[in-house]
C-alpha cells in the first residue's frame, strides 16, 4: 500500500499514529507531496483526490481512500480486530462522533486559523485568505480544547474507557496548536494532563517529535 503525505502535516500524523498503532508501517510506503510548493493543489494530484488535501491512501488494486477517517477505519479493519474505530455498534458510534466533534471543534478550527490568519503554506499556495474567519476559528478551537478538558476530567480517554481513533484526532489537534503557538488554556489542565500520557505512546512521541522539526 502506498500513502500520500506530507510528513510533518497533523493530519499525515492521525493516519501515521494509526499504522503504528496497528503495526503496519512495514507495508506502507510513502510519496512525499510538498504542500509548500503547491503540489497538492495541481492536477496531478487533484486527479488521486478530488479535495486536494493528504493524506491519501492507494491500495495494490488502484483504489484510492482519501480522509483520515475512512483510511483509519480502513486500516483498522484489515486484522479483523477493529481495536481503534470500535468493535459494539454502541462504540462505533461513540468512537465516530467524538472523531467528528475533534474535527470540528478543534483539529479543522485550527487549520482554517493556520490557512487564513497565520502565512499558513507561504503566499505562492494561500492565494485567499479570509483573516476574519481564520480567528473565529481559533476562538472555536480554544472552546473545543475546554470541551475536551471536560470530558477528560471525567474519562481517561475521548471516547470512553479505551485509546481509539477519536483521540488521535485530538492528538492531532494538539500537535497543530503546538505548530501554530496556539496555547492551551490554562484552565484545561485535564487535557494538558492527558496529552503527556498520550506522548508516552510510542505511536505518538514519534509524531510529536516530527511536528517540531518544520
Ligand atoms: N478532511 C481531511 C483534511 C486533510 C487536510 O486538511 N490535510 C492537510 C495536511 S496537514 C492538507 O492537505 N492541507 C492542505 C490544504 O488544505 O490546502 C482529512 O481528514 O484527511
New binding site residues.
Partial sequence: MKIY??PI??????VRIALAEKSLQSQISFVL?D?RKGR??QAEFLSLNY?????VLELEDGTLI????A?TEYLDALDGNPSLTGKTPREKGLIHMMNKRA?IELL?AI?VYF?HATPG?GPD?EIYQNAEWGLRQRDKALKGMVYFDEILRREPFVAGPSFSMADITVIAGMI?ADLVKLPVPPSCQALVAWYEAMKQRPSVSNRVAMSRLR
Fill in positions: 503525505d506530507f502535516g497533523p493530519y499525515p500524523a492521525r507531496v504542500l497538492h493543489k479535495s486536494g488535501t493528504v493524506p482519501a480522509e483520515c477517517t483510511i474535527e479543522d487549520s490557512h503554506l499556495v497543530f
